[in-house]
T-cell receptor, first 115, second 113 residues
Framework: IAGITQAPTSQILAAGRRMTLRCTQD?????MYWYRQDLGLGLRLIHYSNTAGTTGKGEVPDGYSVSRANTDDFPLTLASAVPSQTSVYFCASSVEGVSSYNEQFFGPGTRLTVL | GENVEQHPSTLSVQEGDSAVIKCTYS??????FPWYKQELGKGPQLIID?????GEKKDQRIAVTLNKTAKHFSLHITETQPEDSAVYFCAASETGTASKLTFGTGTRLQVTL
């Protein structure tokens, strides 16, 4: 059982370059999320998706875009990376619904450094 | 939007002692309060959660209490063990909609021998 996988594990990127972080889940969860984790700031929501075909903005969406073409995949794209986007990025998923427990399952993270 | 504050940022306890981490939240509509444990190099993992219709929940050595009037909730770990050493995050959200969790800033717990 894989759960959630993220790729790459880590990446060093030149400023101005485009980068896509990949996230795949095999639990058939309808909701998926992207967070960034920075020291002293905890986890902050970037974008989310309630179900395939829909996306929404979180707390810190600027500079990032997402797509949700199917249930399993939720890629995060940095169109033109900047040093302030240096962070650890976590993808998560949950079974969404009025009566659900809303537990979010997290992937192992991608460590991104923008120089 | 929701704002979650978490204290302390670091906590060191001796093995066998208890540890308490406290969080406050701002949005009275929040009704779901999970706690996540993050070990080094891994993603956060849910350890316990509580909904606003209960005041306390226990699971072996861990317990969570909720005071909706004061808008605060706490994590209690008893008989701490070295494997409890990790970063703990509290969070809050409103169920029935997208589970947009708002996280606290984390507590680094160190259990010393």
């Amino acid at each position: 059982i894989a759960g959630i996988t993220q790729a790459p594990t880590s990446q060093i990127l030149a400023a101005g370059r485009r980068m896509t972080l990949r996230c795949t889940q095999d639990m058939r969860h309808n909701a998926m999320y992207w967070y960034r984790q920075d020291l002293g700031l905890g986890l902050r929501l970037i974008h989310y998706s309630n179900t395939a075909g829909t996306t929404g903005k979180g707390e810190v969406p600027d500079g990032y875009s997402v797509s949700r073409a199917n249930t399993d995949d939720f890629p995060l794209t940095l169109a033109s990376a900047v040093p302030s986007q240096t962070s650890v990025y976590f993808c998560a998923s949950s079974v969404e619904g009025v009566s659900s427990y809303n537990e979010q399952f997290f992937g192992p993270g991608t460590r991104l450094t923008v120089l | 939007g929701e704002n979650v504050e978490q204290h302390p940022s670091t906590l060191s306890v001796q093995e066998g002692d208890s540890a308490v981490i406290k969080c406050t939240y701002s949005d009275s509509a929040s009704n779901y309060f999970p706690w996540y444990k993050q070990e080094l190099g891994k993603g956060p993992q849910l350890i316990i959660d509580i909904r606003s219709n209960v005041g306390e929940k226990k699971d072996q050595r861990i317990a969570v209490t909720l005071n909706k009037t004061a808008k605060h909730f706490s994590l209690h770990i008893t008989e701490t063990q070295p494997e409890d050493s990790a970063v703990y995050f509290c969070a809050a959200s409103e169920t029935g909609t997208a589970s947009k969790l708002t996280f606290g800033t984390g507590t680094r717990l160190q259990v010393t021998l």
